[in-house]
């Protein structure tokens, strides 16, 4: 059985799918955009995950995984498009889709349960 991967390798081979991706699409000026657009995005969100991982305190924590989930979805919009217009390998654009949205998922759900945390925390240095 193959072992999970840690979030941040996770999100480093994700931009690295995007950089693989963004090298083998068409050199005309759309594509180029967009391409450009995605690879900015797409390899933001492990550097926003690593700078979340030495946040000073939960609310930085949450800003920067929130910044990371921001790019996700920017992420997905580039990928709408180029899905859209027929840009570059129809599998390759799935694969990075179906990992963009589990990606989203797991931010997420990272959010929610750094929320509550902080909440519980706040609420019992009240007393």
Not at 104 to 125: D, M, P
């Amino acid at each position: 059985m193959k072992k999970p991967l840690d979030l941040r390798t996770r999100t480093k081979e994700y931009s690295l799918s995007a950089l693989q991706y963004y090298s083998q699409l068409p050199r005309d000026t759309a594509a180029q955009v967009l391409g450009r657009q995605l690879l900015r995005s797409a390899t933001s969100v492990g550097a926003q995950y690593r700078e979340a991982g030495r946040a000073k305190s939960a609310a930085d924590f949450i800003s920067k995984t929130e910044g990371a989930l921001q790019e996700l979805d920017e992420t997905a919009y580039w990928l709408e498009l180029m899905e859209g217009t027929g840009m570059g390998n129809s599998e390759a654009i799935a694969a990075l889709r179906d990992e963009t949205e589990q990606l989203i998922a797991i931010f997420v759900t990272i959010i929610r349960k750094a929320k509550q945390k902080a909440g519980r925390e706040v609420a019992h240095s009240a007393f």
